[in-house]
């Protein structure tokens, strides 16, 4: 029996990239059922490109100060990634705020270092240790106009154990952020994903 043609989707990145190394893992595996058609960033000289390229995934870089205005970045982004076709797009550690001209055409779903509403924001990992709690994680959720504030799709816990450091505890998180993504992602590709008033379903 032959597979069902995988479902097309671009990943956004900003650094290293592993986020993205675990998709790029599972989708070499046609049963997956994702194609990554293309990496876009938002700057140069990252890691996360040299892993797309490695894998032999087109890239393509829009950076806000190559824009007029941020209103034209956003534009640009939007007409870039519309360029491969995708059904949805991942925001796997790109770290620009997108805007209304991407968000409307398309789903994003974003992976954030933390348990949102928890910790929204650019700093997660070092918010949730100087606040001093015991637990926290990491959350896929669709990207809505706020700052992390999308309906959340799943998340998993992490303990934060004496003597963390923003390093070491973001570590640990990835460790659980990696399969977290990929079956999100996953199942988003293969069973799709809805979204309507403000909820989130992947059936
Ligand atoms: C990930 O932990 C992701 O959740 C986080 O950046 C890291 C990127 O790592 N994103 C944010 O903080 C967004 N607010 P990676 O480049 O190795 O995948």
Redesign the pocket.
Known sequence: MTSPAPTGIVVL????????QALLDAAADPAYGVRILAVGADRTGIA?LERAQAAGVPTFVCRVQDHSTRGEWDADLAEQIGGHGPAFVVS??F?KLLGSQVLSRFTVL????ALLPAFP??H?VRDALEAGVATTG?TVHVVDAGV?TGPVLAQVAVDVRPGDTEDTL?ER??AV?HPLLVEIVGRAAREGITVTQGKATIP
């Open positions: 990145v900003s650094g290293s990239g592993t986020n993205l996360g796997a550690g770290m974003n992976t954030h270092p924001g650019a997660a990491c992390d973001h998180i990835k952020e």
